[in-house]
């Protein structure tokens, strides 16, 4: 059965834990191991519903389908759960780790390219420039978990003018769109522009704590 712990506060006991049956049904929310309530199906389950935790705060649990996306929203009295996917963190680090990925899968590429003299790969313009591109890209990554948004936003920009170029070059080369690397490609973007306001959310979080220290 599919599980999903989540602590309270960053670095905390994971104390929420949501289990549910293939296809989001039957699900169950439990709080130190208690029950504290069920969402019998994945209908009630996208609408969303609120539970009271022992403290008084209330838990809400959502399931929001999007192009490509599926996330199970998990908030405490408004504010996402650490680890949850509608935390600011975890959407900017998977937008980090999607560039170090390009970036990995780039500099393989054109060393394979490069090494072994691949000719349709060199036919395609794959060698030192993708090197290049790998450690563009590399360093992007390496900004965008810093929470820089310029270098996220380059990042996809990059990426979205060296995918068109590459179907280009396909339907010139085929005749025919790969459509299985344009739906992996769309995915990686989506996932990326994700990350975009949740560099905002999370300057803005450290903004207000920051302001209740000198209150």
């Not at 649990?61 to 949850?84: A, C, I, Y």
């Not at 560039?99 to 899968?105: E, S």
């Not at 003299?117 to 290049?132: D, K, Y």
Request: charged share 20%.
């Amino acid at each position: 059965m599919p599980s999903a712990k989540f602590s309270l506060e960053t670095g905390g006991p994971k104390r929420i834990e949501i289990t549910w049956r293939m296809g989001w049904k039957d699900i169950v929310v439990q709080f130190d191991g208690e029950e504290v309530g069920r969402i019998p199906s994945r209908t009630e389950l996208k609408q969303g519903r609120s539970f009271t935790l022992p403290d008084g705060s209330e838990l809400h649990v959502r399931l929001k389908e999007s192009f490509g996306n599926v996330e199970l929203q998990v908030s405490r009295d408004g504010r996402p759960l650490p680890g949850s996917a509608s935390d600011p963190a975890q959407r900017l680090k998977a937008a980090g780790y999607i560039i170090y990925f390009i970036a990995a899968l780039s500099g393989v590429v054109g060393a394979v390219a490069m090494i072994f003299q691949v000719e349709f790969l060199e036919a395609a313009g794959i060698g030192w420039t993708s090197l290049v591109g790998a450690a563009v890209y590399g360093l992007l990554g390496f900004f965008t978990l810093r929470k820089s948004k310029p270098a996220l936003m380059l990042a996809i920009a990059i990426f979205i003018l060296d995918g068109l170029a590459g179907l280009v070059m396909g339907i010139s080369a085929k005749g025919s769109p790969p459509i299985g690397m344009i739906f992996v490609r769309v995915f990686l973007v989506m996932a990326m522009i994700r990350g975009v306001p949740a560099i905002d959310e999370l300057k803005r979080g450290n903004d207000e704590d920051v302001k209740k220290v000198f209150d």
